[in-house]
């Protein structure tokens, strides 16, 4: 058994069969000002005072939150967006009622009920929209945040993105991951045969549409840190190499120069170079670091016969982990961004594979087949504290938010007699552990990138 789906085992079987490889200031359109404090309370600005709920409490006790509709038409979408956002993450009791959006709301009522915060928000205009917002820390009595946010109406879904990280980071003390994206492999027909194209979506799933057109088998999105590209497999032409698109354009082009096959890319985090996988003649992969700009690369690995593939930077970019079976069996790895001497940090029962580095440099999520089943989980840079957050059939293809709170992953569920009951999504679930939930698709989805913030 690899650590790839049906297709992506196709390409390591035809390619690499001998073993198996394991692979205050406008917001992007949205113009954001401050509104005037209500009701001659206190407003705390952000980072002035620290967080009086933390996450880890939140995942024990989940923080009632009133969040009323922000009007008829597009103040209840927008209201529902938010809310959306906010249950997704486990972290947030949301309730709905009624929030006065130009006075103080009535505490005694909101207390009774249970609420911790409230919000309060309207909308208003057509062509552009006027979204105001105000937090409320109804213990306290006092307004935590106030703001209005205006942007064509095309953008109401970001505004009410950045509304919820807004309420996530005022609360929470930290970045949410609302206003991002997840690319993805749409996937459509028979288990088998199936079509795949690169395509993308707002991280709740909502505004997906294809990149590519499914001509040519296509796998592993990764998002550029600093750019709106993407980095990708491709068999074009019947030869996989790695691609970069550019979501801007819509162009498209090929990746440096190799006599074998080019794989497993991933940005660095300063976004001006490409770490990737290529075969060598004597069967074995090696890593390179290809410079953007230049198209200058520089070989990292070079172990005789060894597969050395699926590498991650550190956050820091001092570092790579990668998966390796230069010790027997696929395994995991660490080494210096410039190569040479690498240390191994996985020594659980099973094959290790997949492993990206956290956002916050704490943690590596991995997927471990042992036993004939698949694990995502995560452990220390240095190996220590391994613990498994799901299983299942297949689990794969990790890709943290870019807050490291959470992972998006593929699961796929077994196929019944002649392939039927087959499926294959993208899922998310917190890094504790908890509240895993599907991201709706219109189509079978695999290999999630999670992107950055957006600007």
Same mark, same amino acid.
């Not at 209500?38 to 600005?45: D, K, Q, S, T, Y």
């Not at 880890?56 to 024990?60: F, K, L, M, R």
């Not at 949410?176 to 799933?205: K, N």
């Not at 999670?450 to 600007?455: A, E, G, N, V, Y």
């Given at each position: 058994?690899?650590?790839?789906?049906?297709?992506?085992?196709?390409?390591?079987?035809?390619?690499?069969?001998?073993?198996?490889?394991?692979?205050?200031?406008?917001?992007?359109?949205?113009?954001?000002?401050?509104?005037?404090l209500?009701?001659?309370?206190?407003?705390?600005?952000a980072?002035?005072?620290?967080?009086?709920?933390?996450v880890?409490?939140?995942?024990?006790a989940?923080?009632?939150?009133?969040?009323?509709?922000?009007?008829?038409?597009l103040?209840?979408?927008?209201?529902?967006?938010?809310?959306?956002?906010?249950?997704?993450?486990?972290?947030?009791?949301?309730?709905?009622?009624?929030?006065?959006?130009?006075?103080?709301?009535?505490?005694?009522?909101?207390?009774?009920?249970?609420?911790?915060?409230?919000?309060?928000?309207s909308?208003s205009?057509?062509?552009?929209?006027?979204?105001?917002?105000?937090?409320?820390?109804?213990?306290?009595?006092?307004?935590?945040?106030?703001?209005?946010?205006?942007?064509?109406?095309?953008?109401?879904?970001?505004?009410?993105?950045?509304?919820?990280?807004?309420?996530?980071?005022?609360?929470?003390?930290?970045?949410?991951?609302?206003?991002?994206?997840?690319?993805?492999?749409?996937?459509?027909?028979?288990?088998?045969?199936?079509?795949?194209?690169?395509?993308?979506?707002?991280?709740?799933?909502?505004?997906a549409?294809?990149?590519?057109?499914?001509?040519?088998?296509?796998?592993?999105?990764?998002?550029?840190?600093?750019?709106?590209k993407?980095?990708f497999?491709?068999?074009?032409?019947?030869?996989p190499?790695v691609y970069?698109?550019?979501?801007?354009?819509?162009?498209?082009?090929i990746?440096?120069?190799?006599? &074998?096959?080019s794989?497993? +890319?991933?940005? !660095? =985090?300063? @976004?001006?170079? *490409?770490?990737?996988?290529?075969?060598?003649?004597? #069967?074995?992969?090696?890593?390179?670091?290809?410079?953007?700009?230049?198209?200058?690369?520089r070989?990292?690995?070079?172990?005789?016969?060894?597969?050395?593939?699926?590498?991650?930077?550190s956050?820091?970019?001092?570092?790579?982990?990668?998966?390796?079976?230069?010790?027997?069996?696929?395994?995991?790895?660490?080494?210096?961004?410039?190569?040479?001497?690498?240390?191994?940090?996985?020594?659980?029962? &099973?094959?290790?594979?997949? +492993?990206?580095? !956290? =956002?916050? @440099?704490?943690? *590596?999520?991995?997927?471990?087949?042992?036993?004939? #089943?698949?694990?995502?989980?995560?452990?220390?840079?240095?190996?220590?504290?391994?613990?498994?957050?799901?299983?299942?059939?297949?689990?794969?293809?990790?890709?943290?938010?870019?807050?490291?709170?959470?992972?998006?992953?593929?699961?796929?569920?077994?196929?019944?007699?002649?392939?039927?009951?087959?499926?294959?999504?993208?899922?998310?679930?917190?890094?504790?552990?908890?509240?895993?939930?599907?991201?709706?698709?219109?189509?079978?989805?695999?290999?999630?990138a999670?992107?950055?913030?957006?600007?």
């Open positions: 058994m690899s650590f790839f789906s049906d297709t992506e085992a196709e390409f390591l079987q035809k390619h690499l069969s001998r073993r198996s490889l394991l692979g205050g200031a406008a917001a992007g359109g949205v113009l954001v000002t401050p509104l005037a209500l009701g001659g309370g206190r407003a705390w600005a980072g002035s005072e620290p967080a009086e709920i933390t880890a409490n939140a995942h024990q989940p923080i009632p939150i009133v969040v009323p509709d922000f009007g008829p038409g103040g209840n979408q927008i209201s529902g967006v938010i809310s959306a956002d906010l249950s997704s993450t486990g972290l947030f009791q949301v309730m709905g009622g009624t929030v006065p959006s130009s006075a103080q709301p009535d505490f005694s009522a909101l207390k009774s009920r249970g609420a911790r915060v409230a919000v309060a928000g909308a205009g057509s062509d552009s929209v006027r979204v105001e917002m105000r937090l409320w820390d109804v213990v306290a009595g006092q307004q935590l945040e106030g703001r209005a946010y205006t942007a064509s109406q095309g953008n109401w879904r970001r505004i009410a993105h950045i509304i919820a990280d807004s309420i996530y980071k005022r609360l929470l003390g930290e970045d949410g991951y609302f206003d991002t994206r997840i690319a993805y492999i749409a996937r459509t027909g028979p288990r088998r045969h199936q079509s795949t194209r690169l395509a993308i979506m707002d991280q709740d799933g909502a505004n549409h294809m990149l590519t057109s499914g001509s040519w088998l296509t796998l592993e999105p990764r998002f550029s840190p600093i750019s709106e993407l980095a497999l491709s068999y074009a032409n019947n030869r190499r970069v698109y550019d979501l801007n354009s819509g162009q498209q082009t990746l440096g120069t190799f006599e &074998g096959i794989f497993a +890319p991933r940005f !660095s =985090p300063d @976004g001006r170079s *490409i770490i990737l996988s290529a075969t060598t003649r004597d #069967g074995g992969a090696d890593l390179y670091l290809i410079d953007l700009a230049t198209q200058q690369r070989r990292l690995t070079s172990a005789p016969g060894v597969i050395d593939t699926s590498p991650c930077f956050p820091d970019g001092q570092n790579i982990v990668f998966n390796s079976d230069r010790g027997g069996s696929p395994q995991l790895y660490v080494m210096s961004a410039g190569g040479g001497s690498a240390r191994r940090i996985s020594y659980g029962k &099973g094959h290790y594979g997949s +492993p990206v580095w !956290s =956002p916050r @440099g704490d943690q *590596i999520a991995f997927v471990r087949i042992s036993s004939g #089943g698949f694990t995502l989980g995560v452990m220390g840079p240095d190996g220590v504290g391994e613990r498994s957050l799901t299983q299942g059939f297949t689990v794969e293809s990790p890709s943290f938010a870019p807050n490291g709170r959470a992972l998006a992953f593929c699961r796929q569920n077994a196929a019944g007699a002649g392939g039927s009951g087959f499926s294959s999504n993208v899922a998310v679930i917190d890094v504790a552990g908890f509240n895993e939930h599907v991201i709706p698709t219109s189509t079978g989805a695999s290999d999630p999670w992107s950055p913030l957006r600007r």
